[in-house]
DNA sequence: CTTCGCCGTTCCGTTTACGGAACGCTGGCG
DNA sequence: CGCCAGCGTTCCGTAAACGGAACGGCGAAG
């Protein structure tokens, strides 16, 4: 359990996993084709006419479909252009949103934000209480911004943990190891945004 | 026009959205592949690295950041997965949600939250430079949390405003007329949660 | 019953995305 | 200096995704 952070380096710290690991990819290869079925069987489209409507082939929209195929993201966009849906609607249900957790902390991304000098990163994250939460350094120049929305939140250096209620706001280089902890039992909802400066 | 303000009702009221909102289809292989390239540098991961920790070749990984390549979901997959982000991040912003605009002010709703005692509504909101915007008074007890990303912001009661740069945070209660407005010509990039206290 | 049109799948040759192995470049070090 | 380690790009043979053209199945019309 000591993928810590809510942030995405926790994925990556997890020293590797030499396996290529392919089989997992099916993650999506036959649950993406199920949903644009769906979506295109919701308009009373046939397989056929979506292909020629896409400009793909039948057998590729077919294929796509049944998850035996691993499109390619122009195959991909030009069928759900098709649908008149965004791709992420193929790739993520409908609530699918995607959650980091760790022993306390869970957060979910909200956004990137790419800028000329740095990267944005927007977390919504809820603090369990109980337990509390370390991470480890990251990149020097990192700052993390924490805006309570409920509970009372312990945040920051793990030399000079700062503290915040509803409405509170918090703000620290998160180029040491720091931590998050909820005080008392109440959960903490919060969003955190993770500025990366441009190297 | 008489919405000023990113007032989250307007947002709400749209009542069906039939086209899911197209205009950010971040789809084309260039896009993706700088906001891979992105993701990765951002991280301070080289493309050797990476490509290694993903598991794919270094030939696949750099054309697909420079785009000469159409790559497959799989590869798509794999990647991003290394980087601790969903796909949909790689290829777009969040599905297209109700974006509230003004003579100088556009917000775009991202998560409204409701808890016991109260409702919050988080935007991302953009402040075009040279022209402010009012907003008239609210609820009382309604409060406004603003933290900048990138420019100078004045906002807050149109009496008092407070000013903040990238990392600062203001904060105001709302039941009484206040204002937005960027300081000198850069754009001023903020999230906005605003907080109404259940009646 | 036969014919027709359209359905979704399968076959097949072509195109291309794939990973591994080069390549040239740069920066650190003895 | 040369050497080396790591960077990102390019080359190349292979695997597979591609579109077009078959195929069998099924309901409606003749």
Redesign the pocket.
């Known amino acids: 359990m000591e993928s810590p952070t809510p942030t995405p380096q926790a994925a990556r710290e997890q020293p590797a996993r030499e396996q290529?690991a392919r089989e997992q990819a099916a993650t999506d290869a036959g649950t993406v084709g199920a949903r644009v079925r769906a979506l295109?069987?919701e308009r009373g489209?046939?397989?056929?006419?979506?292909?020629r409507l896409?400009?793909?082939?039948?057998?590729?929209?077919?294929?796509?479909?049944?998850g035996?195929?691993?499109?390619?993201l122009?195959?991909?966009y030009?069928v759900t252009a098709q649908l008149g849906v965004p791709l992420t609607a193929a790739l993520s249900g409908p609530a699918a949103t995607p959650t980091v957790r760790g022993a306390a902390v869970s957060a979910t991304l909200l956004e990137v934000f790419t800028e000329a000098g740095a990267t944005y990163e927007l977390y919504r994250m809820r603090v369990a209480p109980g337990v509390g939460q370390l991470s480890p350094a990251h990149q020097p120049g990192v700052t993390e911004h924490v805006t309570v929305f409920a509970g009372q939140l312990r945040a920051g250096p793990v030399d000079a943990p700062l503290t915040a209620g509803p409405g509170g706001h918090l703000r620290w280089t998160s180029d040491v190891p720091h931590g998050y902890a909820a005080i008392g039992d109440e959960e903490v909802w919060a969003s955190l945004l993770l500025r990366y400066p441009r190297r």
Chains 1, 2 share one sequence.
Do not use: F
């Open positions: 290529p295109r069987e489209l046939s397989l056929s006419t979506l292909a896409a400009g793909v082939g039948k057998a590729t929209l077919s294929g796509l479909e049944n035996t195929r691993n499109p390619t122009e195959t991909l030009a």
